[in-house]
């Protein structure tokens, strides 16, 4: 054995765990990105301004697609939702059905006035009901209502694309 093949052993195993060390911080980098990755559900999204805080909210406006809602996900990411669009203003309420994550969810009437903020929790089989007549709910993660200041009584701008239920004919059912 010559001296220079312990060298040749050090720097080898130096780079070896430089690699190792950047595998990690990459793998992490990328498992973190999810939360901050767009849902693959194919559905539309619009910008919404709620309270302090601007949202990416999918839009939710078939029939299948308000009976799927955020059903089997294991997470929504930080300033996004969906919002529920209903043909008429009506007494709306929502359950947890296969729910995995803690929701906020905010009913608004047709002229976009918060009705009604509640907080649910995964699973939970229980209806939450709007406190007034509702065209629209959004499922904002649990907690985002406070922390942007929403408030029953306050107005919302509905973007134009959330404005109304699909087409009938194409697959709505309202």
Same mark, same amino acid.
């Given at each position: 054995m010559s001296g220079s093949e312990p060298k040749n052993q050090s720097m080898w195993v130096k780079i %070896? !765990? %430089?690699? +190792?060390? %950047? $595998?990690l911080?990459? *793998? %992490? +980098?990328l !498992? *973190?990105?999810r939360h901050w990755a767009h849902p693959n559900s194919g559905l539309p999204t619009v910008r919404m301004n709620l309270g *302090?805080?601007?949202?990416? !909210?999918?839009v939710a406006n078939t029939f299948e697609s308000r009976r799927? $809602? !955020?059903?089997?996900r294991d997470s929504l990411p930080e300033n996004h939702g969906m919002i529920f669009v209903f043909a008429e203003p009506q007494i709306l309420g929502f359950w947890m059905k296969n729910t995995r994550i803690p929701l906020d969810i905010v009913y608004l009437d047709a002229e976009g006035k918060v009705v009604s903020v509640h907080s649910m929790q995964p699973y939970d089989l229980r209806s939450t009901d709007s406190n007034g007549l509702a065209k629209y709910a959004i499922e904002l993660n649990e907690g985002a209502a406070a922390e942007a200041g929403i408030h029953p009584g306050d107005r919302v701008a509905i973007p134009p694309a959330a404005r109304e239920p699909a087409q009938v004919g194409s697959g709505a059912l309202d």
């Open positions: %070896a !765990l %430089a690699l +190792a060390g %950047a $595998g911080i990459v *793998s %992490a +980098a !498992l *973190s990105c *302090s805080r601007s949202f990416t !909210l999918e799927r $809602g !955020l059903m089997k």
